[in-house]
């Protein structure tokens, strides 16, 4: 019964670089989350996906952010062209519906940028 | 704009002793609250949640209290042991949906 699966665990990127984010959600649950996590501060979120479809996107940045929840697959979440400041711990939570589920996090892909 | 402050950096307390970790929020829409814990190089998992129509709730070592009037609430660990030793953050939602927001953490020590 596996929980959430991020990869990789760790990725380097240099500046100007593609960084792809995959998560696979808990069996049964339709509903993924991206959060970012900077240095010293607590998770921020970025956006909730539903399968095929953004619910909302108020936390990812306007430019060269981009994520998907596709009908097959796990979700990506992109960085186009990456800059130091893209340096953070990325984690996907998933969850089996919308109404105060708790939500279940994966390990984490920790990005840096050379 | 921090809407959930966590102001302790960090908490040392001794084995068997009580832990209690502290947060503060700005945003009155908050109307469900939770506590997570991580360990290094792990994702968060789920602790302890309350609604804002409680202000107490209890989960075997695990209590947290809700004090609306001052939007604050405390995570209460007793005993404390030395396996509770992580990262603690406190995070806030308003309306339905899991769009968390967070505090910076508190990192619990517990000395054997």
């Known amino acids: 019964n596996a929980g959430v699966m991020q990869n990789p665990r760790h990725l380097v990127r240099r500046r100007g670089q593609e960084a792809r984010l995959r998560c696979s959600p808990m069996?049964?649950?339709?509903?993924v989350y991206w959060y970012r996590q900077l240095p010293e501060e607590g998770l921020k979120f970025m956006v909730y996906?539903?399968?095929?479809?953004?619910?909302?996107e108020s936390g990812m940045p306007k430019e060269r952010f981009s994520a998907e929840f596709p009908k097959e697959g796990p979700s990506i979440l992109r960085i186009q062209q990456v800059v130091r400041g893209d340096s953070a711990a990325y984690f996907c939570?998933?969850?089996?519906?919308?109404?105060?589920?708790?939500?279940?996090f994966g390990s984490g892909t920790q990005l840096s940028v050379l | 704009d921090q809407q959930v402050k966590q102001n302790s950096p960090s908490l040392s307390v001794q084995e068997g002793r009580i832990s209690i970790l502290n947060c503060d929020y700005t945003?009155?829409?908050?109307?469900?609250f939770l506590w997570y814990k991580k360990y290094p190089a792990e994702g968060p998992t789920f602790l302890i949640s309350?609604?804002?129509?409680?202000d107490k709730n209890e989960d075997g070592r695990f209590t947290v209290f809700l004090n609306k009037s001052a939007k604050h609430l405390s995570l209460h660990i007793v005993p404390s042991q030395p396996g509770d030793s992580a990262v603690y953050f406190c995070?806030?939602?308003?309306?339905?949906?899991?769009?968390?927001?967070f505090g910076a953490g508190t990192i619990l020590r517990v000395k054997s």
């Open positions: 939570a998933s969850s089996p519906g919308q109404h105060r589920e708790k939500l279940f």
């Open positions: 069996k049964g649950h339709s509903h």
């Open positions: 996906l539903q399968k095929e479809n953004i619910i909302d």
């Open positions: 945003n009155s829409m908050f109307d469900y």
């Open positions: 309350i609604s804002s129509i409680k």
């Open positions: 995070a806030a939602s308003a309306g339905y949906g899991n769009k968390l927001v």
